[in-house]
């Protein structure tokens, strides 16, 4: 009898273990999370969610992102971007590029200073003695106003809207600005900018998420095979300037039109990469025409077999490898900004462009309206 009770035990024990698990899928925040305010203005969270199961989150403070919720080869849903849990965490964090749109201008500016129609403007200076995505208090440490709505194809969408006024940061006239994220059946992220002016000034905003396809910062983004569609690049000096020159990517270690694991070559001897302290550089993409909306890069990460396609209308995208990160800053699940846990890809104009008049122009007149587009596609390949 005792011997048929433990063979029972035991085919009941490998049954049980033979069932398969059902794959996780995604952990989102409450909108209590994230009920505080700034200044007056409330903040709020606000979730699109498609019928595959992937799930974003956003925020009206900066017109964050907060989480991005996709599939692995598994079916476990990992969340591939860096965050934190509670809209008061957001507001004491040191790092206030982590998931904003920011601007006026994303990316730098020489010395915060430009000359446009003959005037002479100087912007904060919050980067050595430069300008950098839009100031000390731009765009990311705004409450933006928000809504739910639809794109065009009738997908769930968030608008976000902020009017900067003139002379915020700097920046000359009053900028209308709206950002709407729409989450697609194909699981893309598709983030549309529109803005005017009432006065001429420059414009540059792209979204800034810091993103690891590994779902958590306990392993290193270097891992990530990388492939950027660009010919060329645009160097900088030492302050990550731009020196003007459009230089071919062929035979450097910038050089991505081949899939490459990031790690590969991050730490050879080549000045740029010493300049930035790995990749921290504008690629030039390759476009048929201007304004046509093309694949800028794709990013796979083989544990998880999560793809990411980068497609944008844009002539430029910033590929930032973490370099600066040093693990102080705890965020969501426990996961740190350890170095090289995290890369921003940002669809953008090209750094500095006021300044160089052989860069596409940043410029924004009245009666003109700016528009951008930019998707961030997910797939998985097993």
């Known amino acids: 009898m005792k011997k048929l009770f433990v063979v029972a035990a035991a085919a009941l024990m490998a049954a049980c273990g033979n069932q398969k698990k059902e794959p996780a899928g995604p952990q989102l925040f409450n909108d209590q999370d994230f009920a505080t305010e700034l200044n007056g203005k409330a903040i709020n969270l606000y979730t699109l969610q498609n019928e595959n199961g992937m799930a974003v989150q956003i925020t009206n403070y900066g017109a964050r992102l907060v989480d991005i919720w996709v599939p692995d080869k598994d079916g476990n849903f990992q969340d591939v971007i860096m965050g934190f849990e509670t809209g008061d965490a957001y507001l004491k964090a040191t790092d206030i590029n982590n998931g904003p749109i920011v601007g006026r201008y994303g990316n730098r500016?020489?010395?915060?200073?430009?000359?446009?129609?003959?005037?002479?403007?100087?912007?904060?200076?919050?980067?050595?003695?430069?300008?950098?995505?839009?100031?000390?208090?731009?765009?990311?440490?705004k409450v933006w106003d928000a809504k739910m709505t639809k794109d065009a194809s009738g997908?769930?969408?968030?608008?976000?809207?902020?009017?900067?006024?003139?002379?915020?940061?700097?920046?000359?006239?009053?900028?209308?600005?709206?950002?709407?994220?729409?989450?697609?059946?194909?699981?893309?992220?598709?983030?549309?900018y529109k803005a005017t002016t009432d006065a001429p000034t420059i414009l540059n905003p792209t979204s800034h998420s810091y993103f690891n396809l590994h779902g958590t910062n306990e392993f290193s983004t270097n891992s990530h095979i990388m492939t950027i569609y660009a010919d060329s690049f645009t160097?900088?000096?030492?302050?990550?300037?731009?020196?003007?020159?459009?230089?071919?990517?062929?035979?450097?270690?910038?050089?991505?039109?081949?899939?490459?694991?990031?790690?590969?070559?991050?730490?050879?001897?080549?000045?740029?990469?010493?300049?930035?302290?790995?990749?921290?550089?504008?690629?030039?993409?390759?476009?048929?025409?201007?304004?046509?909306?093309?694949?800028?890069?794709?990013?796979?990460?083989?544990?998880?077999?999560?793809?990411?396609?980068?497609?944008?209308?844009?002539?430029?995208?910033?590929?930032?490898?973490?370099?600066?990160?040093?693990?102080?800053?705890?965020?969501?699940?426990?996961?740190?900004?350890?170095?090289r846990s995290g890369i921003a890809l940002e669809t953008q104009n090209f750094p500095d462009a006021i300044n160089h008049e052989n860069f596409p122009s940043p410029i924004l007149r009245p009666g003109e309206v700016y528009t951008q587009t930019c998707v961030y596609a997910f797939e998985v390949r097993k």
């Open 235 to 339: 160097p900088t000096d030492k302050g990550l300037i731009p020196t003007g020159e459009i230089v071919a990517v062929g035979g450097t270690p910038l050089d991505f039109r081949v899939p490459t694991a990031i790690g590969d070559r991050i730490d050879q001897d080549f000045e740029p990469l010493v300049f930035a302290g790995g990749y921290d550089h504008n690629w030039v993409l390759n476009k048929p025409e201007p304004k046509a909306l093309t694949l800028a890069a794709e990013v796979y990460e083989p544990r998880t077999g999560i793809l990411m396609k980068i497609l944008t209308d844009q002539p430029g995208m910033q590929f930032y490898s973490g370099n600066f990160m040093t693990g102080d800053l705890e965020g969501k699940r426990g996961n740190k900004n350890n170095y």
């Open 109 to 141: 500016i020489g010395k915060g200073q430009f000359t446009l129609d003959g005037k002479d403007y100087q912007l904060t200076i919050n980067d050595g003695e430069n300008h950098l995505h839009g100031g000390t208090n731009g765009f990311s440490g």
């Open 155 to 192: 997908n769930d969408a968030v608008e976000m809207t902020y009017v900067s006024p003139d002379g915020e940061e700097g920046y000359p006239g009053t900028l209308t600005i709206a950002v709407t994220y729409s989450l697609t059946p194909k699981n893309e992220l598709v983030i549309n």
